[in-house]
C-alpha cells in the first residue's frame, strides 16, 4: 500500500518570500504524483503532476515541484508567494497500474503574511 | 466546458437520517471517485465507481454506498447518519480507467452538517 506524509501542518510566510512544502511517499511499485491546491471553501484544484520524464515540473501560478526518486519526495516550491497563495495544499500519489485512486497527505496550509 | 458539478451544496440532517449526494462527471469521464474531508482527518478515500462498477471502497463502514448511473453520474448515500459524518464531501472523475496519469478533477464539493 501507498501512503503520503506532508512533513508540515502549517507554513507561515510573509509575502514575495520563497516557500517550499515537503512532500514525501512511499510505495512498492512506481507511482505518479500529483500537487492539488484547496481555496478556502472550495474544491481541489491541479496545480502539477509527474508522471515521467523531467523531475522538474513546472505547474500553474508559478509552483514548481521536483521528483527525487532516491528520497521518495517531491516537494513543491515557488520562489515569490503572493497573499493570493494562501490556501490548502495536497500531495497525492497514484499507482503507476491500471487505474486507481489517488492516496492524499494530510495537507500543509500555506498562510502568507503580508 | 463543464466541470465536476455536485448538488447539494451545502445541507444540514438530523443524526440518524439519510442522505444523498448527487455528481455529475465531466462530460468524456467514465470514472467518478468520491471522498471525505472532516475536520482534522485530511481527505479520505470513500468509492471509486468506473463504467457503472464499483471498483474500490475505503476503509468506511457499510451505511456509506453509492452507485454510478448509465450517463456516469453517480450518487453518495449515507444511513443512519452520525454526528462525525459532518464533512465536506468531495467528487472527483477522470477518463477512463486505465492509465493513472490520468488527471482527477474535483468538484466543489457538498457540505454535510449533521445535528
Known amino acids: 500500500a501507498q501512503s503520503v506524509t506532508q512533513l508540515d501542518s502549517q507554513v507561515p510566510v510573509f509575502e514575495e518570500a520563497p516557500v517550499e512544502l515537503r512532500c514525501n511517499y512511499s510505495s512498492s511499485v512506481s507511482v505518479y504524483l500529483f500537487w492539488y491546491v484547496q481555496y478556502p471553501n472550495q474544491g481541489l484544484q491541479l496545480l502539477l503532476k509527474y508522471l515521467s520524464g523531467s523531475t522538474l515540473v513546472k505547474g500553474i501560478n508559478g509552483f514548481e515541484a521536483e521528483f527525487n526518486k532516491s528520497q521518495t519526495s517531491f516537494h513543491l516550491r515557488k520562489p515569490s508567494v503572493h497573499i493570493s497563495d494562501t490556501a490548502e495544499y495536497f500531495c497525492?500519489?497514484?499507482?503507476?497500474?491500471?487505474?486507481?485512486?489517488?492516496?492524499f497527505g494530510g495537507g500543509t496550509r500555506l498562510m502568507v503574511k503580508p | 466546458e463543464a466541470g465536476v458539478t455536485q448538488s447539494p451544496t451545502h445541507l444540514i440532517k438530523t443524526r440518524g437520517q439519510q442522505v444523498t449526494l448527487r455528481c455529475s462527471p465531466i462530460s468524456g469521464h467514465t470514472s467518478v471517485y468520491w471522498y471525505q474531508q472532516a475536520l482534522g482527518l485530511g481527505l479520505q478515500f470513500l468509492l471509486w465507481?468506473?463504467?457503472?462498477?464499483?471498483?474500490n471502497r475505503g476503509n468506511f463502514p457499510p451505511r456509506f454506498s453509492g452507485r454510478q448511473f448509465p450517463n456516469y453520474s453517480s450518487e453518495l448515500n449515507v444511513n443512519a447518519l452520525e454526528l462525525e459524518d459532518s464533512a465536506l464531501y468531495l467528487c472527483?472523475?477522470?477518463?477512463?480507467?486505465?492509465?493513472?496519469?490520468?488527471?482527477?478533477?474535483f468538484g466543489e464539493g457538498s457540505w454535510l452538517t449533521v445535528v
Open positions: 472527483a472523475s477522470s477518463f477512463i480507467f486505465g492509465f493513472s496519469g490520468n488527471t482527477i478533477y
Open positions: 497525492a500519489v497514484r499507482l503507476n497500474n491500471a487505474g486507481n485512486m489517488l492516496t
Open positions: 465507481y468506473d463504467e457503472g462498477e464499483e471498483r
